[in-house]
């Protein structure tokens, strides 16, 4: 990957976040515990796990320009790596 790429990741994973943070008081309400998966800023699909909603983003974006965020009382912007860590 270039920093180019880097750059258009990091950059969606912000718009995401944005919008996630907006999103999240009604998503609290029945999504509690789950894994929202967000491209341009819009929710491409919730997911029971973590794992499920990577390997979602890995076949819908092959391009890697995707967010995932747990639905929690407390958002927590993780960034680049949003979508990305050992999920066991």
């Known amino acids: 990957m270039t920093n180019r790429d ?5 950059e969606e994973v912000d ?3 944005d919008f996630f943070t907006k999103s999240l008081p009604a998503l609290l309400k029945d999504q ?3 894994y929202v998966l967000l491209r341009s800023q819009t929710i491409a ?3 029971d796990t973590a ?8 076949k819908m974006y092959p391009d890697g320009l995707y967010s995932i ?3 929690t009382d407390t ?7 949003s979508h990305a860590g050992s999920l066991g």
């Open 45 to 47: 699909g919730i997911f």
């Open 15 to 17: 718009r995401n976040f």
């Open 75 to 81: 958002s927590i912007d993780l960034g680049y790596f």
């Open 69 to 71: 965020q747990q639905v």
């Open 6 to 10: 880097d750059k258009l990741i990091q």
């Open 32 to 34: 509690r515990g789950r």
């Open 51 to 58: 794992r499920d909603a990577l390997t979602a983003g890995e």
